[in-house]
């Protein structure tokens, strides 16, 4: 056995749930690499602890409040988790979306309605076998030169606390386009997998890759999900916390 690389995942799903603590990763033998790797980390529900409603429901001084974001992610993940495939989650949860701009003729002409509207399009895309956007922002920018990926902050945070009044990627939300991302990661994860991991595979080696710059590991599902894909690529740098 070898030592893959250093990735820090910290999960606490709080009593009488288990703490996982991933310090320097070994490898393990092809046959437990691939028990890691699951089809997919469909295996949980989205819910929002009751100890960081507070947080979802504040209202600052934004065009769109999170209270309204917060009913709209809940609308969303309720019509995707409710469908009978793959595509018809994507599908059912554009319609959501699209009709949820559609209600407010206030956001006409905004950046929500234009960030909105384009999820919305993307995701009828992936139904349909498309990838209208990038999985992973490669690029990064000054704060953070690295490749990310996120998900929906609350909703797939099974263990936050006091983390919750201070988080960052909920004052992201003030930024139409950070939201429509973190909404668009939550549901690629959950619902085309296969396109996460081609995604993943086709990363430039050696490159610096953080895990969940926005959300969180949901489950242990997710974690089993990367560290499969890092057992393949070696080479990725990756990290979470």
């Known amino acids: 056995m070898t030592v893959l690389k250093s990735f820090v995942v910290c999960l606490h799903f709080g009593p009488p749930g288990p703490l996982l603590t991933v310090g320097a990763y070994v490898a393990?033998?092809?046959?437990?690499?691939?028990?890691?790797?699951?089809?997919?980390?469909?295996?949980?529900?989205?819910?929002?602890?009751?100890?960081?409603?507070?947080?979802?429901?504040?209202?600052?001084d934004t065009k769109v409040s999170r209270a309204d974001l917060t009913r709209l992610c809940e609308m969303v993940l309720e019509a995707a988790g409710g469908a009978?495939?793959?595509?018809?989650?994507?599908?059912?949860?554009?319609?959501?979306?699209?009709?949820?701009?559609?209600?407010?003729?206030?956001?006409?002409?905004?950046?929500?309605?234009?960030?909105?509207?384009?999820?919305?399009?993307?995701?009828f895309a992936l139904s349909r076998g498309s990838l209208p956007r990038n999985v992973f922002v490669i690029d990064g920018n000054t704060k953070l030169p690295f490749a990310t990926f996120g998900t929906l902050p609350g909703f797939t945070c099974p263990?936050?606390?006091?983390?919750?009044?201070?988080?960052?990627?909920?004052?992201?939300?003030?930024?139409?386009?950070?939201?429509?991302?973190?909404?668009?990661?939550?549901?690629?994860?959950?619902?085309?997998?296969?396109?996460?991991?081609?995604?993943?595979r086709a990363l430039p080696r050696g490159i610096v890759l953080r895990l969940y710059v926005d959300g969180d590991f949901a489950s242990l599902e997710d974690v089993g999900f990367w560290m499969g894909l890092l057992h393949e690529r070696q080479d990725v740098q990756a990290y979470g916390y």
């Open 28 to 60: 393990p033998d092809q046959a437990s690499a691939a028990a890691l790797a699951p089809e997919s980390p469909r295996a949980y529900a989205y819910a929002t602890p009751a100890r960081i409603r507070a947080a979802l429901v504040k209202n600052p």
């Open 84 to 123: 009978s495939s793959q595509a018809a989650a994507l599908k059912a949860a554009g319609r959501v979306i699209y009709g949820w701009v559609s209600a407010r003729p206030a956001l006409a002409g905004s950046d929500w309605s234009i960030y909105l509207r384009k999820l919305a399009r993307d995701l």
């Open 159 to 200: 263990g936050a606390g006091e983390c919750a009044s201070w988080c960052y990627s909920l004052k992201a939300w003030r930024y139409p386009d950070a939201f429509a991302r973190q909404v668009y990661g939550t549901l690629l994860l959950r619902f085309a997998p296969q396109m996460v991991r081609d995604a993943f």
